[in-house]
Nanobody
Framework: VQLQASGGGLVQPGGSLILSCTTS????????LGWHRQAPGKERVLVAG????????IYTGSVKGRFSIRRDYAKNTYYLDMTNLGPEDTAVYFC?????????WGQGTQVTVSS
């Protein structure tokens, strides 16, 4: 499984950004998908995750109400809609999918929130 992440960039505080992750196969074939992020000098942490076959999404506390996962099954693509961004959201964002016991990662896309 290959994942291609895109959509990162520089945005001002309070702005919005949409990250995309396109998979090489059908999203229906995965169990779970989502995004992690890694800020400079910090560990990679889960930002948002969704179970494909269950109506279940989770978000880390600091992004609740600001970030949401959106899926386009026809395009084998899912998105992270990010709003009201702040400097604390600056990080490299990595998309992932879980298929059975295996996790696959995208290459990471940089998000920088700065004025």
């Amino acid at each position: 499984v290959q994942l291609q992440a895109s959509g990162g960039g520089l945005v001002q505080p309070g702005g919005s950004l949409i990250l995309s992750c396109t998979t090489s196969g059908s999203i229906f074939s995965v169990n779970r998908l989502g995004w992690h992020r890694q800020a400079p000098g910090k560990e990679r942490v889960l930002v948002a995750g969704a179970a494909i076959h269950h109506n279940n999404e989770i978000y880390t506390g600091s992004v609740k109400g600001r970030f949401s996962i959106r899926r386009d099954y026809a395009k084998n693509t899912y998105y992270l809609d990010m709003t009201n961004l702040g400097p604390e959201d600056t990080a490299v964002y990595f998309c992932f999918v879980d298929m059975g016991p295996d996790r696959y990662w995208g290459q990471g896309t940089q998000v920088t929130v700065s004025s």
